[in-house]
């Protein structure tokens, strides 16, 4: 069965920290992995994509890695604002098909001022 | 482009009541997805679409859930009849398969079945 794991399931952390969100998942066939951030009573926005050939992607202060055989990815975040409070979702595509995305439950992220 | 859009965006009734939720998905987009998401069960995949045609709808819950896609700009969820066990947010989502597959989603119809 398809799964995804996040782990922690809530973070907390005083501002300007650095920090990971962890992810996992069961199979190592995948089509591409996706990181999005849910604000509290919205839709998910992407954050970055990583195809099933690429090791990494960054934008801005963020950085997503992939490493299929081990199942995991991670999500960095560089010098940690306020306004990167959210939950933040994992996805991994499998088969080969669009639509086939599986997502985890997230960690919600608070960064405290 | 106003990204994809959902109506309505909150919706209170009673149980039995027939409810429809809908979609506009991005234009050119050639793929449309139905989520639901739940604090028990996270983001569900309930069905989804490619050129306006469902590929897997093995994620509905049940018969009393039904998936349009008339055209390429519009989409329907209906539930008929409604149950409390409904009650979560209904999320669209669109992506292009030009575009690596990001998924982009809408703000989603918080369903309240009383």
């Known amino acids: 069965k398809q799964e995804v794991t996040q782990i922690p399931a809530a973070l907390s952390v005083p501002e300007g920290e650095n920090l990971v969100l962890n992810c996992s998942f069961t199979?190592?066939?995948?089509?591409?992995l996706q990181w999005f951030r849910q604000d509290p009573g919205k839709g998910l926005t992407s954050l970055l994509l990583i195809q099933s050939s690429q090791r990494e992607q960054t934008s801005g202060r963020l950085n997503a890695s992939l490493d299929k055989s081990s199942g995991r990815s991670t999500l960095y975040i560089a010098a940690s604002q306020p306004g990167d409070s959210a939950t933040y979702l994992c996805?991994?595509?499998?088969?080969?098909?669009?639509?086939?995305?599986?997502f985890g439950k997230g960690t919600k992220l608070s960064v405290k001022p | 482009d106003a990204g994809v859009i959902q109506s309505p965006r909150h919706e209170v009734t009673e149980m039995g009541q027939e409810v429809t939720l809908r979609c506009k998905p991005i234009s050119g987009h050639d793929y449309l997805f139905w989520y639901r998401q739940t604090m028990m069960r996270g983001l569900e995949l309930l069905i989804y679409?490619?050129?306006?045609?469902?590929?897997?709808d093995s994620g509905m819950p049940e018969d009393r859930f039904s998936a349009k896609m008339p055209n390429a700009s519009f989409s329907t969820l209906k539930i008929q009849p409604s149950e409390p066990r409904d009650s979560a947010v209904y999320f669209c989502?669109?992506?292009?398969?030009?575009?690596?597959?990001?998924?982009?989603f809408g703000e989603g119809s918080r369903l309240t079945v009383l």
């Open positions: 679409f490619n050129n306006n045609v469902p590929i897997d």
């Open positions: 199979d190592s066939a995948i089509y591409n």
């Open positions: 996805a991994y595509n499998y088969g080969g098909s669009q639509g086939n995305l599986i």
């Open positions: 989502a669109s992506s292009s398969w030009d575009n690596t597959g990001e998924l982009f």
